[in-house]
């Protein structure tokens, strides 16, 4: 199960730096709520978060990130299909080394089209922040 939750956040990540808001979107269970710090932010249709992933890509371009990865460092145990997945979140600038750019907290459900993101709690922990934390006003 880690494995494969780790490949899936990789291909996540991926779909945010390769533009692919649509398909990003479609892996969220709608309302979606993102708290970011102490602030919440719900999303109503895939394609009002498709609008915050673009500008999340626009900060992290602009700062000269080439690769955003991903590292899980724990995984709830699974309760009536339900659980929550620590994810460290990793800007790549071209010629330095991996920099962190969020924590987040995902809260992931089992449904019949695979896992979906329920929910999500992001802190921004790097300089970094400024930029993606004006993505969402």
Same mark, same amino acid.
């Given at each position: =199960? #880690?494995?494969?939750? !780790?490949?899936? =956040?990789?291909?996540?990540?991926?779909?945010? =730096?390769?533009?692919? %808001? +649509?398909?990003?979107?479609?892996?969220?269970?709608? *309302? =979606? *709520?993102? #708290?970011? !710090?102490? @602030?919440?932010?719900? %999303?109503?249709? *895939?394609? /009002?978060?498709? +609008?915050? #992933?673009?500008?999340?890509? @626009?900060?992290?371009?602009?700062? !000269? $990130?080439? @690769?955003?990865?991903?590292? $899980?460092?724990?995984? +709830? $145990? *699974?309760?009536? !299909?339900? %659980?929550?997945?620590?994810?460290?979140?990793? /800007?790549?600038? @071209?010629?330095?080394?991996?920099?962190?750019?969020?924590?987040?907290?995902? #809260?992931?459900?089992?449904?019949?089209?695979?896992?979906?993101?329920?929910?999500s709690d992001v802190k921004y922990c790097d300089s970094l922040d400024v930029a993606l934390a004006s993505a969402?006003?």
């Open positions: =199960m #880690y494995n494969s939750i !780790g490949n899936l =956040m990789e291909w996540r990540a991926g779909l945010i =730096m390769s533009g692919r %808001f +649509e398909d990003l979107a479609r892996e969220h269970l709608y *309302p =979606m *709520p993102i #708290y970011i !710090g102490t @602030k919440r932010h719900t %999303f109503s249709t *895939p394609q /009002a978060i498709e +609008e915050t #992933y673009r500008d999340i890509r @626009k900060g992290l371009v602009a700062a !000269g $990130v080439e @690769k955003l990865t991903t590292r $899980v460092t724990a995984i +709830e $145990v *699974p309760r009536r !299909g339900r %659980f929550r997945v620590w994810v460290d979140w990793h /800007a790549h600038r @071209k010629g330095e080394g991996p920099t962190c750019v969020a924590l987040s907290v995902e #809260y992931m459900r089992a449904t019949l089209n695979g896992l979906r993101t329920e929910m969402h006003g």
